[in-house]
């Protein structure tokens, strides 16, 4: 049915198309070997060669549909640019595209923005238009970064998803979009196998990154310090690495001790500001639609060693909707499932949220009191095989708990802490 509406479209646009048009047919095609108008390679990329190929390998592959999904800062725009740049997919296609999304915010803008960067007449650009012009090209790859952003809104959501859709059904228009949190767009067959969701660097990818922005004179273990902090998110460790450059690493910690994730948030955009690039995620309309999301998210500040699904349900949070409200935040990637099942948070996102939004007491105070309760369980002996790796797995937790209660205008939850830990 929409391969007919597609046909339809470009045969009744084939008659009304103006000279603009067919101008910006004609660069569409003479466009293949051309870079001006397309990113550079990325100059500093580490750590992606398997994601790279997984990649690349996709956009082999005819149709290819294709989806980079992470947290902010992740690298998603960076290792579409690489690929962008690859041998083999620059041979493969005869034109490539590189189309910001940032600006566009519903399906009309995206289209307007689409046909302006295909050399459409601005007074003449419609999405027939654009789908004509693409259908009548030769093969081309087109990139849409950003794609959340007229993605987001609920309200004009299925109508990019249908103008996706369209584009999807031009058999030699790749299509790879890059998108902030783990979902993809419904009615686009993507292909198999789908990219996972990139994750942090490995210690050794976040360590080149870091000494090709700070060079190689900085103490090991200080960097390695450093590197902490970061969780080894590709734009926090650039932002760090950009401080130590200017005052070194004992000085870029003493700093970070004091400010947080102010220090590597002296940007003005997403790509140099850690704190925007936080911001834009929890102001998303699916963190909105769903209230209580940010309530766990505050909870979640303090859990440095993440939580299972067993004490998450066990210790009875007072949020409401709370299994809703975890699917959430994974789905805006502001959270996530690590390999052996706890539910996580990110330790920059941890320190910027904390900073901003901590939990209050009585949102904190069943936690603590269940692990408390686990730790006299496990002092009178009287416990199941399961509670020391259970009470092992909280011990981060437990100490920034108690640690947050030391804090306490309370001055009974002090002493009662005190006691604890002494």
């Known amino acids: 049915m929409r391969h007919q509406e597609l046909l339809e ?5 084939s008659s009304s ?21 397309l990113p550079a390679f990325p100059k500093i990329f580490h750590g992606r060669e398997s994601e790279l190929n997984d990649l690349v390998g996709t956009l082999l592959v005819d149709p290819a549909r294709v989806a980079v999904l992470g947290p902010g800062g992740m690298g998603k725009t960076t290792l579409a640019m690489a690929a962008l740049h ?43 238009a654009v789908v004509a012009l693409l259908s ?11 794609f959340e952003t007229p993605w987001e809104g609920l309200e004009g959501r299925a109508n990019v998803e249908g103008f996706l859709a369209l584009l999807t059904d031009i058999p030699h228009v790749a299509l790879l979009v890059t998108m902030r949190g783990a979902e993809r ?12 969701p990139l994750m942090p660097l490995d210690q050794a990818a976040a360590r080149q990154t870091f000494i090709e922005i700070a060079d190689e004179i900085h103490d090991g273990s200080e960097v390695d310090q450093l590197l902490n902090i970061t969780d080894n998110i590709p734009l926090a460790v650039q932002l760090v690495a950009g401080v130590a ?42 963190m909105l639609s769903s209230p209580h999301a940010a309530e766990l998210l505050s909870l979640m500040s ?36 690590d390999r052996s099942g706890r539910f996580k948070v990110l330790a920059p996102i941890r320190e910027y949220i904390h900073l901003v939004r901590p939990p209050y007491l009585g949102l904190v105070r069943p936690l603590r009191k269940y692990l408390l309760d686990l730790l006299e369980l496990h002092t009178a002996q009287s416990f199941g095989v399961d509670l020391v790796p259970r009470l092992v797995s909280n011990l981060g937790n437990l100490h920034n708990i108690l640690l947050q209660g030391l804090d306490s205008d309370h001055t009974d939850l002090r002493e009662a802490i005190l006691g604890i830990i002494l």
């Open 185 to 196: 767009p419904k009615n686009v067959q993507w292909t198999h196998p789908f990219l996972r």
């Open 9 to 13: 479209m470009i045969s009744s646009q």
């Open 86 to 128: 690859h041998l083999k997919v620059a041979n493969k296609y005869q034109a490539r595209h590189f189309i910001s999304c940032e600006s566009t915010h519903t399906r009309d803008s995206l289209v307007a923005i689409m046909g302006a960067h295909l050399g459409l007449d601005t007074s003449s650009t419609s999405e027939r």
């Open 136 to 146: 009548a090209g030769q093969s081309c790859l087109i990139i849409l970064d950003n």
């Open 302 to 337: 303090l859990l440095s060693d993440g939580i299972s699904d067993l004490d998450l349900v066990q210790s009875n949070i007072p949020i409401q909707d709370i299994a809703e409200c975890k699917t959430t935040l994974i789905r805006t990637s502001l959270a996530y499932v």
């Open 17 to 37: 198309f103006d000279t603009a048009s067919l101008i910006g047919r004609s660069a569409l095609n003479a466009s293949s070997g051309s870079f001006s108008l």
């Open 245 to 286: 450059a200017s005052i070194g690493c004992t000085d870029t910690m003493e700093r970070w001790n004091l400010e947080r994730t102010v220090l590597i948030s002296a940007g003005y955009d997403k790509r140099s500001n850690l704190d925007i690039s936080i911001k834009l995620s929890l102001s998303s309309p699916r």
